[in-house]
């Protein structure tokens, strides 16, 4: 059963990155994204048209080998990674949701790839762009109100076992998506304030709109150790990427919606193994 469930997602994650692609390439040039006009996309080379049958997620980019069919323009290798990564992303999460037993589960996994697909595109804009859109981030923060009122007992945001016993359970979420909202861009903006005195500016204000935004989703305890995962992965993979690259100035936004997305899925476990 759950093979199936994680396959289903998995396929479902390969076309709502395919959806990301045009999201990463639009919305840091400020084009529409064709949500309400649909707008067929085109090569951004030579503005051809591009045939369903090269639009296929995954499959297309090796088959054209890389290659606009039209004018030959290289596709961006970006295009296949986010579609693979929203696909084992999805997957992988529809696989822990089995096993963490959340219900409902089909409300919880779309609220899930919403979150996901909030930080995959973050993260591939902040390491193309340097810069996360403020739009991207405000709409991703808000739509966290959605799970959080329409799901009961959403399993992502928490805010304590026994301070939930009194209040309803939606207005228990909003406090919790507030109370992590708050608590990550204030975490932020402290260490941010640490890093100007040390003269670098890795953590930009869209890492701390990230944080807001990722807070909500996750409520003031998970999003603690998104942000513990976030910034040792950061350590860990930016001294390898220092070794690796001469190119000092990264963001921190990847390593942080890295972490949060951990956090999401293996977040208690975590708690659990760190605190007994
Ligand atoms: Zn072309």
């Not at 603690?224 to 390898?240: E, K, N, Q, S």
Request: aromatic share 8%; hydrophobic share 55%.
């Amino acid at each position: 059963m759950a093979a199936i469930i994680m396959a289903f997602a998995g396929g479902f994650g390969a076309i709502v990155g395919s959806f990301l692609n045009v999201v990463i390439y639009r919305l840091p040039r400020g084009e529409p994204l064709g949500l309400v006009r649909k707008s067929r996309s085109g090569c951004p080379s030579c503005d051809a048209q591009i045939l369903w049958y090269d639009n296929i997620p995954l499959v297309s980019w090796f088959v054209l080998r890389g290659r606009c069919r039209a004018c030959g323009w290289g596709i961006p290798l970006r295009y296949p990674l986010v579609e693979g990564l929203t696909a084992t992303l999805f997957a992988v999460t529809a696989g822990r949701a089995v096993v963490l037993g959340w219900s409902p589960l089909l409300g919880a996994l779309v609220a899930a790839a919403v979150f996901t697909a909030i930080l995959v595109s973050t993260a591939a804009i902040a390491i193309q762009h340097n810069r996360i859109p403020g739009g991207l981030l405000l709409t991703g923060g808000l739509l966290a109100i959605v799970p959080a009122v329409g799901l009961d007992d959403f399993p992502l945001s928490e805010l304590g076992y026994d301070m939930q016993a009194n209040i309803q359970p939606a207005l228990v979420s909003l406090l919790a998506a507030a109370a992590g909202s708050g608590l990550a861009a204030l975490a932020l903006v402290g260490l941010r304030t640490l890093y100007r005195v040390f003269r670098s500016a890795a953590i930009g204000s869209g890492c701390v709109g990230l944080g807001a935004a990722a807070g909500a989703w996750l409520g003031p305890r998970l999003v603690v150790t998104g942000l513990v995962v976030g910034f040792l992965t950061a350590v860990l993979v930016g001294a390898i990427l220092c070794l690796l690259t001469r190119r000092r100035e990264r963001s921190l936004a990847p390593f942080l919606a890295a972490g949060f997305w951990v956090a999401a899925l293996w977040g208690e476990a975590l708690e659990r193994l760190i605190l007994g």
